[in-house]
């Protein structure tokens, strides 16, 4: 990097200063903690001349034992892509406009979650619901190891409570679907053909009066081969909308590819067709009492602090559910 030639290419040059960025993001905190390591080490021998120095032993043996643990989490995000920005799309399911506003409150939540990590979020696409809520919303996360963090939440939520909007007091139970994506780097060939490309444009949709986008700079693509599709509607700009599009169409094809090749397709929730009662992979439940539980066979958490998991506290969720992968990984590789 710091070669006379080294900026000769830019675009290459960018992509090795992001593979650098990525392995600093492993390595740094492996050599804080070997840091951290030694001054415990250097701390126990004082104290076995010194007793009144135990109170200091005990905080360096916890700051010790939580970088352990941060390292750990870092280092269970091993996929070709963990290290990626992140691709979330949300759609409400059964459950009518209950369903709808449960799908923009998951949009809050996963923002209080990027907010509380130092991501970015852009809304590459979002369709109210007259009513209320959203009918569905695709969010781009950028931070390193977005993908990682977030593949956990791919599935339906569920959500259990007195709807606002119901006529009675009786308990009501929506749906909504959450999927995340990684994004494609440059470095991924995804071969889409114009050919099999079907592209339509629309009015973007906004708040109305002056500020409602009359042009036709909505923009759909439908990959005919796969009838796998994508769409952005936020730019005012057609081309910037179809790149936004683009991108996740590709996005979603690389999944599929790499879902195949893993023998993983059957999990998605997508793949059970309905996103309704059977197929959740945790849920909320507001009324008669609070819980957040997950609900998929492997992974026993649950947490009384629904208002916390809903303002974006959802890293003991993640963190499980990569134990579990990484578990369920090494099972497999002494089997095989």
Known sequence: MEGPTFWDNPDEAQKTIQKVKTLNAVLKPFEELVSAKGDMDAMVELCDEDSSLEPDLTVEVDKVGSMLDAFEFQAMMSGKQDANNAILSIKPGAGGTDACDWAQTLMRMYIRWAERHGFSVEIQDEVPNEEAGIQSV???????????????????????????????????????????????????????????????????????????????????????????????????????????????????????????????????????????????????????????????????????????????????????????????????????
């Open 138 to 336: 695709t969010m781009r996360i950028v931070g390193e190891y977005a993908y990682g963090h977030m593949q956990s939440e791919v599935g339906v939520h569920r959500l259990v409570r007195i709807s606002p909007f119901g006529g009675g007091d009786t308990r009501q139970t929506s749906f909504a679907a959450v999927e995340v994506l990684p994004e494609i780097d440059d470095t991924i060939e995804i071969e889409v053909r114009d050919c099999d490309l079907i592209m339509q444009t629309f009015c973007s949709g906004g708040p109305g009066g002056q500020h409602q986008n009359k042009t036709q700079s909505g923009v759909r693509l439908i990959h005919t081969p796969t009838n796998v599709r994508a769409e952005s509607r936020t730019e005012r700009s057609q081309p910037k909308n179809y790149n936004n599009a683009l991108a996740l169409l590709k996005a979603r094809l690389y999944a599929i590819e790499e879902q195949k090749r893993l023998g993983d397709i059957a999990n998605r929730y997508d793949g059970k067709g309905e996103i309704a009662f059977g197929s959740q992979i945790r849920s909320y439940i507001v009324h008669p009492y609070t819980l957040v539980r997950e609900e998929r066979d492997g992974i026993d958490l649950k947490t009384p602090d629904l208002a916390g998991v809903l303002d974006g506290d959802l890293d003991p969720f993640m963190q499980a559910y990569l134990r579990h992968k990484v578990e369920r990984a090494h099972k497999a590789s002494l089997k095989a």
